[in-house]
């Protein structure tokens, strides 16, 4: 998901999009509707099944969508976006990234940190 989002292709058509948003406001709706909102809706709806069964403890499931997501995709996107020549991340660079996201969220979503709280 990651290397996708930050391809050179889906960069220009982000950028593409917001160039146009201003002029074109149901362009900017449309796009997150098929694009990011569907995403977030999926792992939302992933992790209501998770929790229901007991593998996560996830209260706020479109709130953790969210975090999760953008802890991952963020800066890569940002970095894309404005510099690209600084964007260009090998793939265990993005794999640790990705380790390190997961591990954040499970801090604060997993079983066992629910029981600490």
Do not use: W
């Not at 993005?94 to 940190?113: D, I």
Request: glycine residues 6%.
């Amino acid at each position: 998901m990651l290397r996708f989002l930050v391809s050179p292709d889906s960069l220009s058509l982000y950028r593409a999009i917001v160039t146009e948003v201003p002029r074109e406001p149901e362009l900017g709706r449309i796009f997150y509707a098929q694009g990011p909102a569907r995403l977030l809706n999926q792992f939302a709806n992933y992790l209501v099944s998770a929790t229901r069964c007991g593998k996560l403890f996830c209260p706020e499931p479109e709130l953790a969508a969210k975090l999760f997501i953008g802890s991952i995709v963020a800066n890569y996107q940002i970095l894309g976006l404005i510099a690209p020549e600084e964007a260009a991340f090998s793939d265990q660079k993005m794999r640790t990234h990705v380790n390190e996201a997961v591990s954040m969220f499970l801090a604060r979503y997993g079983v066992c940190s629910a029981k600490r709280s």
